[in-house]
């Protein structure tokens, strides 16, 4: 992406765009998760329920902070290079917005290198909402083509690319337990 349509891309993001994009794993559907706009366009396209949360995607952890409770000291070491992709479930701070935890009293968190969400975050000082791009029960959009054919106009924007770690597995992680949740591939 040319950085004139980088910074044009945050500046509609941080005033309510939703978008698909590549991630590390799969495609997903993101937006600036400070906007509950924005987060209940992506629940309704996707029919899913509010009460299960989302996953916030940054390229540093520091973007995360302030949605993250006390205790979370160990942050820094969740993510190694060349680790597998690992949502982090962490406690929620009372800040944290119930449309990103849900019911629950924890954030799932994913910290990644993947160079397309880098440059965004970087850009919006800030993560993105993340969430696998399909609807409730059915398959997910592994290609910008699929995007456009399963979402066409309810998306703002689709970034093209490639999701870097389609072929690897993703692990949900408590970061208090270190307890594996959930492997997907």
Same mark, same amino acid.
């Given at each position: ?11 509609e993001?941080?005033?309510?765009? +939703?978008? %698909? ?10 937006? &600036? /998760?400070? #906007?509950? *706009? ?8 996707k ?38 992709p ?12 119930p449309? +990103?935890? %849900?019911?629950?009293p ?7 290198? &993947? /160079?397309l #969400?880098? *440059? ?8 993105i909402?993340s ?15 699929q ?8 998306l703002?924007?689709i970034v ?15 970061l ?10």
């Open positions: 992406m040319s950085p004139w349509a980088l910074n044009r891309f945050v500046h993001v941080s005033r309510g765009a +939703i978008f %698909g994009y590549p991630t590390d794993t799969v495609w997903g559907l993101g937006c &600036h /998760p400070l #906007i509950a *706009s924005s987060v209940s366009r992506i629940l309704q396209i029919n899913r329920s509010p009460d299960k949360g989302l996953i916030l995607l940054s390229s540093r952890i520091e973007y995360c902070s302030d949605y993250l409770g006390a205790g979370t000291g160990e942050l820094e070491s969740i993510r190694l290079p060349g680790e597998q690992t949502t982090w479930l962490v406690a929620a701070s009372e800040f944290c917005p449309w +990103i935890h %849900g019911i629950y924890t954030v799932g968190i994913r910290i990644t290198s &993947h /160079p #969400i880098e *440059s965004i975050c970087d850009g919006l000082q800030a993560p909402v969430t696998s791009a399909n609807r409730s029960g059915k398959a997910t959009a592994r290609t910008s083509f995007m456009r054919k399963q979402f066409g106009s309810e703002d924007f093209n690319g490639f999701a870097t770690g389609s072929h690897q597995p993703s692990e949900i992680k408590s208090a337990s270190g307890t594996i949740l959930r492997t997907r591939s």
